[in-house]
């Protein structure tokens, strides 16, 4: 039989992470698996090496995972809407049938294809969206026996090179290590203290690590228009290579007023969920480029036509994450290799945590991806579980 499970993780931050708005200690998020067997995290294969890694195969091939993690945390909301779907999924009859384990290989990959596509526009919350959208495409590409970067229309297997974030509370020494991990691209967060503060951090920054390294800076919308031109104004020597979402979210006309007095490169990030946001922004003239945050605007699915959108109108792209588990994160990874993106993709995120569901290392300032699907099955680790949601 088929079965959608729902499962709890909850990651420690290595040490707290302080941003403009608050600071935070650890990330709880939902992982969801769609399969049609039992759970690959509980069930035990007492088989020869051989036997148990065929029987593994079997078993990861008739599975897909996604995650919804709302920011900052899971919401009771979010679970309802999560419970709801869930209920409603097992209960079709058809979607059963073939997604069965006795039916062929193409009858799930086209009942997988046609369950995502049927299901996007029904339901409302877009992180919950995104972890089906995301389970489904790990489930067709795995059933498939390709990476999800793939599916998504990139190469098989590829490489996204990421970009180290330092918190607020971090700077030239964290900065100097990065680059000694190599990495080329920093991002700082910053917004939680002066404009002021924030510019002598930019310039330290810059003078510990020269200028071959790219500078962004992500404000979070903490500032005011006059504090984020005068922020733009006063570092313009040290070269950044955008600001990120300077001013609130939900002030289109701020961020306009921001990018006309300033020659840095403004994108959007929180001002942004879907084509209708897009569209606003675009006709505001309120940006350069765009964040896109996978898991915040639908999923994979829904991210791709916010890129094709952005492209046309001849705007920069970037992917970053909302600091998700390994699973959240590689849905980005396939996402960025298949879509490709206009500099480095914020998703070295999980580097913070002590532990994650997967092993998926950033390796000489890259991310490197493989298949089928994701490239990885998530597994509880020593101190680590995964509880059942309901």
């Known amino acids: 039989m088929w079965e959608i499970e729902v499962l709890g993780v909850c990651l420690q931050f290595r040490r707290p992470f302080r941003t403009s708005s608050m600071?935070?200690?650890?990330?709880?998020?939902?992982?969801?698996?769609?399969?049609?067997?039992?759970s690959e995290h509980k069930r035990p294969h007492r088989r020869t090496s051989q036997a148990a890694q065929e029987a593994k195969g079997q078993e990861e091939s008739r599975s897909g995972w996604g995650e919804c993690a709302p920011w900052p945390s899971v919401t009771a909301h979010t679970l309802e809407v999560l419970k709801a779907l869930t209920h409603r999924l097992q209960s079709l009859p058809q979607v059963c049938d073939d997604l069965e384990d006795d039916a062929s290989n193409s009858g799930r990959i086209s009942a997988a294809r046609t369950?995502?596509?049927?299901?996007?526009?029904?339901?409302?919350?877009?992180?919950?969206?995104?972890?089906f959208d995301t389970a489904l495409l790990d489930f067709q590409a795995r059933a498939e026996g390709?990476?999800?970067?793939?599916?998504?229309?990139?190469?098989?297997?590829?490489?996204?090179?990421?970009n180290a974030v330092l918190g607020a509370d971090e700077t030239v020494a964290e900065a100097i290590a990065a680059v000694a991990n190599g990495f080329e691209t920093l991002k700082l967060k910053v917004g939680a203290e002066t404009p002021e503060r924030d510019v002598s951090r930019?310039?330290?920054?810059?003078?510990?690590?020269?200028?071959?390294?790219?500078l962004r800076v992500d404000a979070n919308g903490a500032w005011t228009v006059d504090e984020a031109v005068l922020f733009l104004r006063s570092v313009e020597k040290h070269r950044l290579e955008m600001i990120e979402q300077p001013v609130p979210a939900q002030d289109v006309a701020g961020l306009a007023q921001v990018r006309a007095s300033s020659s840095v490169p403004v994108v959007a990030d929180e001002a942004l969920s879907d084509l209708e946001s897009l569209h606003t922004l675009l006709q505001a003239g309120a940006m350069d480029g765009i964040m896109i945050?996978?898991?915040?605007?639908?999923g994979p699915t829904a991210a791709l036509a916010l890129i094709e959108a952005a492209r046309e109108a001849g705007l920069l792209v970037f992917v970053s994450?909302?600091?998700?588990?390994?699973?959240?994160?590689?849905?980005?990874?396939?996402?960025?290799?298949?879509?490709?993106?206009s500099g480095a993709a914020g998703l070295a995120t999980g580097q913070?945590?002590?532990?994650?569901?997967a092993a998926f290392p950033v390796q000489d300032g890259k991310l490197r991806l493989g298949g089928p699907g994701l490239g990885f099955t998530?597994?509880?680790?020593?101190?680590?579980?995964?509880s059942k949601v309901f």
């Open 115 to 131: 369950l995502r596509e049927s299901m996007s526009a029904e339901i409302p919350d877009l992180y919950v969206r995104a972890a």
């Open 23 to 38: 600071t935070i200690r650890e990330r709880n998020s939902v992982l969801v698996r769609i399969g049609t067997v039992g």
């Open 202 to 214: 930019v310039g330290a920054v810059r003078a510990a690590v020269g200028d071959a390294v790219r």
């Open 378 to 386: 998530p597994t509880p680790v020593s101190g680590q579980t995964f």
């Open 352 to 357: 913070a945590f002590v532990r994650n569901v």
């Open 321 to 341: 994450s909302l600091f998700e588990t390994a699973v959240g994160v590689a849905a980005a990874a396939h996402l960025a290799a298949a879509a490709g993106t």
């Open 146 to 162: 390709i990476s999800l970067c793939r599916l998504l229309g990139g190469p098989l297997e590829g490489e996204v090179p990421v």
């Open 293 to 298: 945050k996978t898991h915040r605007v639908g």
